[in-house]
Structures are given as C-alpha cells and as structure tokens.
C-alpha cells in the first residue's frame, strides 16, 4: 500500500530553471492539494484540485502551476524557479465529503526538499 | 475565514510527565478540528479528530483533545510522554458549510521528551 508518492525527495535548483515535482496517489481520492512548509510558519496551501480536470489555487500560488489529468497524479511544476521558492513541499490527499470538499483527514507524501540557488 | 493559534513553538517536557499542547481557534461556521504528527524528515499524520459528535476525541499512540466551544479551543494531551512523542505537532481547523476548500494550519509545537 504506496498511499502518496512524491519525487524527486531532493532537488537542487539554479534561479530561473524550470521543474515538476511529482504527486501519485493510489487511494482513488478525489481531491489533491500541495502545500510548502517553512520554519516557523506551519503548512501554507498551494494549489488543489477536487478532480481529473479541476483545479484551484489557494494561499501562495504565484510561481506555481498544476494540472490534474488523472484522478493518481498531480504534478507541480515551477516554470523559472525563484530562491523564495526554496522549501519543503508536501503532497496530500483526501476523499471528497458530501459537500464537495475535502473530508480533512489528508493523507500526506514525505515530502520533497527543494533548494534554489 | 478560518485560523488556528499555537503558542509556544517548542515544548520539553520530560519522559513520563503529562503532554499539554493548545490550540485556539477562529471559525464563522461550525468547525471540524485536526491533530496532525509530523516525526522528523516524514510527512504529517492524522492523530485524531473532531467533527461534530462527541466533544472528547481519542486519537492513536495515547492522545487526547476535547473540543471546547465556548473557549474556541482543541487542546491536545497525554497523560504519560514517551520518547517516541518526539516530533511537531500542528492544529488544523476546517470550515463545514463554508465555499471554501481549505484547512488553516496552525505553526506548530515543536515537542521534545526528555530522558
């Protein structure tokens, strides 16, 4: 049972290089998200998603895009990375509640570590 | 829109001794209320829940919370700290009936168990 997977776990960027971190999930959850955690400031939400083909920005989306084309994976891709952009990012997964919105109890990735010079 | 208060970032209490973490919340709608574990270099983990049913909630590994409404609270706690309770701990707050999708998560309590 993988629950969520996150590659790269390290990553070391230069200022203006592009990546995707990589998110799969094989819990059939409908909803995504990605989140960046830094010292001192707890888990900020990036970007989610509530199904294959919707997706939503949250509280720090500027530098960051997303898609969602299958219901397992939710890549984050970074188009000119940025050292501001130097933290800790997590996926998480949840079911979708009758309201259409994430049950809370998310199930989270290990994390990638990402660092640009 | 929602939030979530943690005083004192980092907490040491020794091994044995009773663990108390607080979290004060802000919410317009009715609440649901998480614990989250986070051991070092991993991702976080569901410790327990509140969502409308009773108000005392029991997670894993011993902990505790009980939701407390008139002092918008969802203090965390255990009766006896184990080594292995070293870790960060985060209090999140979900809006139910709110448009949004979001979960607050407070800036978490940084735990250490002393020998």
């Known amino acids: 049972n993988a629950g969520v997977t996150q590659t790269p776990k390290f990553q070391v960027l230069k200022t203006g290089q592009s990546m995707t971190l990589q998110c799969a999930q094989d819990m059939n959850h409908e909803y995504m998200s990605w989140y960046r955690q830094d010292p001192g400031m707890g888990l900020r939400l990036i970007h989610y998603s509530v199904g294959a083909g919707i997706t939503d920005q949250g509280e720090v989306p500027n530098g960051y895009n997303v898609s969602r084309s299958t219901t397992e994976d939710f890549p984050l891709r970074l188009l000119s990375a940025a050292p501001s952009q130097t933290s800790v990012y997590f996926c998480?997964?949840?079911?979708?509640?009758?309201?259409?919105?994430?049950?809370?109890?998310?199930?989270f990735g290990e994390g990638s570590r990402l660092t640009v010079l | 829109a929602q939030s979530v208060t943690q005083l004192d970032s980092h907490v040491s209490v020794s091994e044995g001794t009773p663990v108390l973490l607080r979290c004060n919340y802000s919410?317009?709608?009715?609440?649901?209320l998480f614990w989250y574990v986070q051991h070092p270099n991993k991702g976080l983990q569901l410790l327990l829940k509140y969502t409308s049913a009773a108000t005392l909630v029991k997670g894993i590994n011993g902990f505790e919370a009980e939701f407390k409404k008139s002092e918008t609270s969802f203090h965390l706690t255990k009766p006896s700290a184990h080594m292995s309770d070293a870790a960060e701990y985060f209090c999140?707050?979900?809006?139910?009936?709110?448009?949004?999708?979001?979960?607050?998560f407070g800036k978490g309590n940084q735990v250490v168990v002393i020998p």
């Open positions: 919410s317009s709608y009715s609440p649901s």
């Open positions: 999140v707050v979900s809006d139910r009936g709110s448009g949004n999708n979001r979960l607050a």
């Open positions: 998480a997964s949840s079911y979708v509640g009758a309201e259409g919105k994430n049950t809370g109890e998310l199930f």
